[in-house]
Nanobody, 123 residues
Framework: QVQLVESGGGLVQAGGSLRLSCAASGRSFSDSAMGWFRQGPGKEREFVAVIGFSGGTAYRDSVKARFAISRDNAENMLYLQMNNLKPDDTFVYYC?????????????????WGQGTQVTVSS
């Protein structure tokens, strides 16, 4: 059974930093694309950052230069370093994995999802 488990969310003041982690089990994602998505109440899930099997990345415009996605294939881990956080970054953040090699910004292209971790940024 494939599982993705996020950790590292919490409450932080504007300008602060958090590092989200995603531990994958049940299959190796070293040859798969992975990503971070986020969702607010009553809103569509949106992409934040994605990374391909070879390390190619893409970011949402609003998080470029503030967030960094990375992966450790040996440990089957995915990370999201979030710096200079803003109240507009307050969402539930989800880790996702797909069978394909290359990243996609469309949530529907990902077959595996974590349960989400809440990030709240206070002003």
């Amino acid at each position: 059974q494939v599982q993705l488990v996020e950790s590292g969310g919490g409450l932080v003041q504007a300008g602060g930093s958090l590092r989200l982690s995603c531990a994958a089990s049940g299959r190796s994602f070293s040859d798969s694309a992975m990503g971070w998505f986020r969702q607010g109440p009553g809103k569509e899930r949106e992409f934040v950052a994605v990374i391909g099997f070879s390390g190619g990345t893409a970011y949402r415009d609003s998080v470029k230069a503030r967030f960094a996605i990375s992966r450790d294939n040996a440990e089957n881990m995915l990370y999201l370093q979030m710096n200079n956080l803003k109240p507009d970054d307050t969402f539930v953040y989800y880790c996702a994995g797909r069978r394909g090699l290359f990243p996609s910004t469309a949530p529907g292209d990902y077959e595996y999802w974590g349960q989400g971790t809440q990030v709240t940024v206070s002003s």
